[in-house]
């Protein structure tokens, strides 16, 4: 992975390359702190390759400026249709060629804006998607992907940004960059790498030994003691272990209490009520919501943030076998409910349910659960936006309108009453799946049933966005790592609001 340096900090050799990202029509020098004399050289260069700015050109020449072999410009289209998306495209574009021409050593200039953003939001989140375009998944390849080999980003600075304010600027971006490559880490790790076991003895070595937070982990026993027969219901189907991830950060006289929770199903195979085999192999990714409430608790720790933050990750795998849930089987939450399993399946529900009780215990203000919960939302929303709903209207506007600004945006659905028709059951209090129709909304009620009183809550299904079955938007192949920057940016509104 790539560092990232201010440009000129380390000028004793030229750089391979410098990139320059620009938009159509636009003076793609103005924004950028340069020289006039070397604004001279640059342009002139410019007239001599005359780059349009368009999107996916790429035009390369002879580095007038001495910091640099090399100079490319990238084009992005029109300024005013610029989104995270393209902005992402064009920086994959920058890696890939400069892996190609092997330019291990490259500087960017970055002044185009996103557009619906203002100038420091712009700034942050370029400089964000820069940090983690060269992402890939080797750990199990011998031979490492050559974006590996990229060794620096050295940044220029923006028109008018003086050394500190680039420095403030990397310092959070490297934060960010970090969290979002660990979720994106661990929702790539198979099913037989990342268990429920292993997911814990990750959290204790990363957020604990690491990191200083406070990690409690429950197995079987302490589940039992807390009667959470939902996560141990969906775990009884495989030979691994479930657990239960509890990470606190308790700083002194916190300010507010927030928990997340996210849904840690290694593997599902969706148990008796057995998935095709066509795709199944994509829910090695069905604990996505787990990794993004790691790494945010990471990071949590590093901003030594004035509230308490406890992440809470049911862990299980869902398997078919002589001791696994059947449909019909009627279990007993952690909140005393009964639930009939209607369809083994809508497992995630089940283990939710019994982590939103449990989040009871911290007294929290708000309740945030990020899960890929449901294969209905990718089919409303694709893989464009993830599915939120609530019981705090404030809230999920908040979160809307960060996901905007972050490049991870969420949509509304809607949890009237109503909807808890479809769920209820002939014999138990209530059951895991309904009707055909409204799936996200069916599984939005029921965790609905398990939200601690008084307490402000959104769940975002996240099915849709949380892994990438072709490169798109940008992205890479895999886990995206969707919801990190969200969450951070909320954190980081609360903190100076
Ligand atoms: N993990 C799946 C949801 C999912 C589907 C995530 C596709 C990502 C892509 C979840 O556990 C599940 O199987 N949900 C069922 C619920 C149904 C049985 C009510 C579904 O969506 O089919
Ligand atoms: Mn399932
Ligand atoms: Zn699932």
């Avoid at 103005?30 to 002139?44: H, V």
């Avoid at 398997?319 to 939450?333: E, F, H, N, Q, R």
């Amino acid at each position: 992975m790539a560092d990232l340096y201010q440009y000129r900090e380390q000028s004793e050799e030229p750089l391979d390359c410098l990139y320059i990202l620009h938009c159509s029509g636009e003076n793609s020098l103005a924004g950028l702190e340069f020289s006039a004399k070397e604004k001279r050289q640059l342009r002139q260069k410019m007239k001599a390759l005359s780059p349009k700015g368009n999107e996916g050109e790429i035009i390369s020449g002879e580095c007038p400026l001495e910091i640099a072999h090399r100079i490319t410009f990238v084009g992005l289209g029109e300024e005013k249709r610029l989104t995270h998306a393209k902005l992402r495209e064009g920086l994959r574009r920058v890696i890939k060629q400069a892996a190609k021409n092997r330019e291990y050593q490259i500087a960017l200039g970055l002044a185009p804006r996103v557009h619906g953003l203002s100038e420091a939001e712009s700034r942050l989140f370029a400089l964000l998607e820069a940090a983690i375009a060269d992402y890939t998944f080797d750990h199990f390849k011998s031979k490492k992907n050559e974006f590996d080999k990229i060794d620096g980003l050295h940044i220029v600075p923006l028109a008018g940004e003086t050394e500190e304010e680039l420095e403030h600027r990397l310092e959070q971006v490297r934060l960010y960059a970090n969290a979002v490559r660990l979720a994106r880490d661990l929702g790539n790790r198979p099913g037989n790498d990342l268990t429920p076991e292993a997911f814990a003895s990750t959290a204790r070595e990363l957020c604990e030994e690491e990191a200083g937070l406070r990690v409690t982990i429950l197995g079987p026993k302490e589940l039992t003691k807390e009667k959470m027969g939902g996560i141990l219901g969906v775990s009884q189907g495989s030979v691994q272990e479930p657990r239960m991830i509890v990470i606190e950060h308790r700083p002194k006289k916190p300010k507010k209490s927030l928990v997340f929770v996210g849904k840690g199903v290694t593997f599902d195979a969706g148990g008796i009520s057995l998935k095709p085999a066509r795709d199944m192999g994509w829910m090695k990714y069905d604990m996505c919501g787990a990794a993004i409430v790691l790494a945010v608790m990471c990071t949590v720790a590093q901003l030594e943030l004035p509230f308490k933050v406890v992440g809470l990750i049911p862990a299980v795998e869902n398997l078919p076998s002589g001791t696994a849930l059947k449909p019909g089987d009627i279990i007993t939450m952690a909140n005393g409910k009964t639930v009939e399993v209607d369809n083994t399946d809508a497992e995630g529900r089940l283990i939710l349910a019994d982590a939103l009780t449990y989040a009871g215990k911290f007294n929290p203000d708000v309740v945030i659960d990020f899960a890929t919960l449901t294969g209905a939302c990718v089919v409303a929303l694709g893989h464009e936006a993830a599915g939120i709903m609530g019981n705090d209207t404030a809230l999920l506007n908040t979160l809307a309108k960060l996901g905007e600004t972050a490049g991870e945006r969420v949509w509304p659905f809607p949890l009237y009453e109503e909807y808890f028709s479809s769920i209820k059951s002939d014999w138990a209090d209530m059951k895991n799946a309904g009707s055909r129709w409204g799936g996200p909304v069916t599984a939005g009620t029921f965790l609905k049933q398990f939200i601690p009183e008084k307490v402000s809550w959104a769940h975002l299904d996240i099915a849709g966005v949380a892994y990438a079955e072709h490169p798109h938007s940008g992205l890479p192949i895999g886990a995206t790592g969707f919801g990190v920057v969200l969450t951070l940016s909320y954190l980081n509104q609360l903190m100076k609001g």
